[in-house]
């Protein structure tokens, strides 16, 4: 299980890349293969249990060749962190550049 949900957004506050193509994501890079586009809407991807989400999952599970993946929950990683989610950075997961 990953520790942290999928990254689907670049980071735009830390260099932890020295790429700042959003294909270099696994979030991404499988959500382009689903829509055949990145210009797309990501709100559903970033919810864990959506149809959308799954579908990502399952993309990234066979590019990878995985038996299989889970990734942390967003609200479970809120929780663990005991702070609110406004007083959090969260861009990287679901886009809303909170902090």
Known sequence: ?????????PCEFL?????RSTLD??????I??????EDTDLTDYA???SDK???MIVKIVDELSLTSLRYQKLNDLVAAIG???ERLCTHCWDGSSHF
Request: aromatic share 6%; glycine share 8%.
């Open 1 to 9: 299980r990953i520790a942290c949900p999928c990254l689907i957004h």
């Open 15 to 19: 260099n932890f890349s020295t790429s």
């Open 25 to 30: 994501l696994a979030g991404r890079k499988a």
């Open 32 to 37: 382009y293969k689903i829509e055949g586009t």
């Open 47 to 49: 919810i864990d249990g």
């Open 53 to 55: 989400h799954r579908a």
């Open 83 to 85: 702070m609110p989610k």
